[in-house]
């Protein structure tokens, strides 16, 4: 902003420039920020601080060119007439019609296919086009029941329900008028250019006792064809975890709190939850102490970078991962072009925080036809479907220079930990300890 000081000088570490434009901004308005994307905080422990101790002398590797690496993934095998199968560890987030535009919903979809992995419809219902172009389609059932019928539920392809999500734990969602077009408030019975807010918890349970009720619902409402999941935000995940499996779940799905959305009040981004790190090993010791690690599939997201990022997840205990933030990047978010309309929003491309108002120069986070009309759908998705083949290819990478034909047998044992933080929270041991497992955790 005009008039800001540097970054780099000397100021107090307290009464930083960020601080100090922030607490200035809130006396203006009388009320908290809203902003898009993800936390900025850089203090916490992140999947930087573990690295892979790939196989030498003591476990020969496997040869990337000749020998396979299996990727495959099965939620609900055995329990329900159509398990989802997914071709690789990978699941697109739920992202909704009205947070995103329809040719973002399009260019996902059909990326998702290619790749034959599920794209999911967030918050707001089911978009023709977005079941249209995705092969596979998770439908989340959320407290706000925008949109929500059972003869799209029987449409789709698993079930999510929805408590919470890592960027905003215990809170609704937030969609300011901008966004709410005459398409999207007929979606969700709205009126049209109103800020919505969304209920934090169902309006038709009240806890944790009523949830397994909830879930024969829903088996009963698609006939028991497709698989049900339940999602929290990663906050007192240890319990909610053995809470949700109790219920009879397929699959349980949680994000940490770096988790983005598209919009959320800023400092509830920096102050809830848990790293996803933590959160993981917490979430699979919860399952092997019910014994249920190997029926109900973890299914994380928060922060997902890349091919090492998700195959650390894994490594930790999670079967899939969920990507949200990365996807949309990679769909053209933070391009730098309409350069100009970024520097109007007083941003930069690689700094744009702004999904929330609705003005996204590339088309991705907006319901203003013009704006729209600038993302094509075919391009986009080929751009995703790219990054989604380097992502497998990386996670397969790790798997194979620990030696393991799956994926899915990296473990703890094949990482060691950087730091003391990210070898208490996770139980990998510290480089140095010769492999020697912290005695409170094993894998």
């Known amino acids: 902003m005009e008039g800001r000081p540097l970054k780099d000088a000397n100021f107090s570490g307290i009464w930083s420039p960020e601080t100090i434009e922030a607490i200035q901004e809130k006396a203006d308005l009388g009320r908290y920020q809203i902003r898009g994307q993800a936390t900025k905080r850089r203090d916490l422990p992140s999947f930087d ?3 892979f101790v790939p196989a030498g002398l003591s476990r020969m590797p496997l040869e990337g060119y000749r020998e396979r690496c299996d990727t495959k993934v099965t939620i609900g095998e055995g329990r329900v007439k159509r398990p989802l199968v997914l071709d690789r560890p990978i699941m697109i987030a739920g992202m909704s019609f009205g947070a995103l535009s329809v040719n973002a ?25 977005e079941r249209a172009n995705s092969a596979k389609l998770v439908y989340q059932y959320l407290p706000s029941r925008y949109g929500l019928t059972p003869y799209d539920m029987r449409k789709a392809d698993m079930i999510e329900v929805v408590c919470g999500q890592g960027a905003k734990p215990g809170t609704g969602g937030v969609l300011l008028g901008t966004k709410v077009s005459a398409e999207v408030a007929r ?98 010791e919860s399952l092997r102490d019910m014994g249920l690690k190997e029926d109900i599939k973890l299914i994380v997201g928060g922060g997902i970078r890349n091919g090492a990022d998700a195959a650390k997840c894994i490594a930790l205990g999670a079967d899939v991962v969920y990507i949200g933030t990365a996807a949309l990047i990679a769909l053209g978010c933070h391009r730098p072009i309409h350069v100009e ?72 044992n094949d990482m060691r930990s950087l730091t003391i933080e990210a070898s208490m929270m996770t139980g990998v041991p510290m480089v140095g300890l010769n492999g020697r497992v912290p005695a409170w955790r094993t894998y």
């Open 49 to 51: 601080d573990l690295v």
């Open 105 to 129: 919903k399009r260019a996902l979809g059909r990326a998702a296919t290619k790749c034959g992995i599920s794209t999911c419809t967030g918050d707001g219902g089911m978009h023709p086009e």
């Open 187 to 284: 979606m969700r019975d709205l009126p049209e250019g109103v800020d919505q807010r969304t209920p934090s918890r169902h309006p038709d349970w009240m806890g944790a006792d009523d949830l397994p009720v909830k879930i024969q619902q829903i088996r009963e409402a698609v006939d028991y064809e497709v698989p049900v999941s339940v999602k929290v935000g990663a906050s007192r995940i240890a319990d909610d975890i053995k809470l949700i499996a109790r219920a009879g779940v397929d699959a349980i799905v949680f994000d940490g709190m770096e988790g983005g959305t598209a919009a959320s009040p800023t400092i509830q981004l920096d102050h809830t939850g848990i790293p996803t790190i933590a959160a993981i090993a917490e979430a699979a």
């Open 341 to 412: 309309d970024y520097h109007r929003m007083g941003t930069t491309p690689y700094e744009c925080n702004h999904c929330h108002t609705g003005l996204c120069p590339v088309g991705i986070t907006t319901q203003y036809p013009k704006l729209i009309e600038r993302l094509d759908p075919d391009e986009g998705a080929e751009r995703v479907a790219n990054f989604l083949n380097a992502m497998t290819m990386e996670i397969q990478l790790f798997a194979r220079a620990c030696g393991k034909n799956r994926v899915h047998d990296l473990d703890g």
